[in-house]
């Protein structure tokens, strides 16, 4: 069985850009969630969507923004890049809500801001 | 206090011996914890789920849970080289406001010495 794909693996971008993440879940996943993971900060969570909608959202600027598409596919984009938007961004898929069954989690897409 | 807190280590083991990895949390009503390996480079990897007081084993790991002590660890039986990694704690978000999200700790780095 497939797992999580996330597209694309690694990117490059100029601050002021924008740029946007994908990530296809197992499936038969109806959630995905994202997380950013910085040597600092750790893994910190982004969002959640369930069923194409926002169920909650981490304590991230309004330039980060997702969306579930009906497939259960979903997208994450970064507007107005900044230096400190440079991470691993993680996306994970699980059965139901991520908080109570387990969650897989894709390879992740590098992102670095120049 | 952090929501979930592990010793960042790196905890060193010679090779066929127990590692043991220990994680508490501070939201009292979690109800779902799980732990994940994570490679340098690599994304996390979920290796144990555990959702009831006791020990749950699955081959060379057993996580126990007590949750009146807030307290949930990974043994690592038999440890191998390839075992060394980082090891993530992570807890479910029942609060309102944590909703559908996993809440992970810094993560123990693992090193298994030959």
């Known amino acids: 069985k497939a797992g999580v794909t996330q597209t694309p693996r690694y990117l490059i971008k100029t601050r002021g850009q924008q740029v946007t993440l994908s990530c296809s879940p197992i499936s038969g996943h109806r959630s995905v969630s994202w997380y950013q993971q910085t040597p600092g900060q750790g893994l910190q969570f982004l969002f959640e969507y369930f069923s194409e909608t926002q169920r909650n959202k981490g304590n991230f600027p309004g330039r980060f923004s997702g969306r579930q598409f009906s497939n259960s596919r979903s997208e994450m984009n970064v507007s107005t890049l900044e230096l400190g938007d440079s991470a691993l961004y993680l996306c994970a898929s699980s059965l139901e809500s991520s908080g109570d069954t387990e969650a897989f989690f894709g390879q992740g897409t590098r992102l670095t801001v120049v | 206090q952090k929501e979930v807190e ?27 914890f799980f732990w994940y390996r994570q490679y340098s480079g690599k994304s996390p990897e979920l290796i144990m789920s555990i959702y009831s007081n006791g020990d749950k084993e699955d081959g060379r790991f057993t996580a126990q849970l ?7 660890s990974l043994l690592i039986r038999d440890s191998q080289p390839s075992d060394s990694a980082t090891y993530l704690c992570a807890v479910n978000g029942r609060k309102s406001s944590n909703t559908g999200k996993l809440i992970f700790g810094q ?3 693992l090193q298994v010495k030959p």
């Open chain 2, 6 to 32: 592990q010793n960042s280590g790196p905890l060193s083991v010679p090779e066929g011996a127990i590692a043991s990895l220990n994680c508490t949390y501070s939201d009292r009503v979690s109800q779902s």
């Open chain 2, 66 to 72: 007590n949750k009146a002590s807030q307290y949930v």
């Open chain 2, 107 to 109: 993560g123990t780095t």
